[in-house]
Nanobody, 115 residues
Framework: QVQLVESGGGLVQPGGSLRLSCAAS????????MGWYRQAPGKQRELVAR???????TYANSVKGRFTISRDNAKNTMYLQMNSLKPEDTAVYYC?????????WGQGTQVTVSS
């Protein structure tokens, strides 16, 4: 059973940056396409970025140009670099497979953008 552990969230002012990490318990990033998802209070979980096995990346329109997804297969870790953060980016961020989020969800990491 794959375990995913997200970290790196926190409180940041608008315009600030954060780097999230997703550590996996096994060598999954060379096998599965993966994504970063987020869930804001009162809203459904949504995909914000994804990366294919070959390294092709795609972003939601709301984060395009501000967020960058990457991974380090040797470290079994995936990242989400978030720049120019906005209050509407406030959410709990999770990682999982894409398109079928079939791994057990981790606890997520809270990102709060506020002045």
């Amino acid at each position: 059973q794959v375990q995913l552990v997200e970290s790196g969230g926190g409180l940041v002012q608008p315009g600030g940056s954060l780097r999230l990490s997703c550590a996996a318990s096994g060598s999954i990033f060379s096998i599965y396409a993966m994504g970063w998802y987020r869930q804001a209070p009162g809203k459904q979980r949504e995909l914000v970025a994804r990366i294919t096995i070959g390294g092709t990346t795609t972003y939601a329109n709301s984060v395009k140009g501000r967020f960058t997804i990457s991974r380090d297969n040797a470290k079994n870790t995936m990242y989400l670099q978030m720049n120019s953060l906005k209050p509407e980016d406030t959410a709990v961020y999770y990682c999982n497979r894409y398109p079928l989020a079939s791994f057990t969800w981790g606890q997520g990491t809270q990102v709060t953008v506020s002045s």
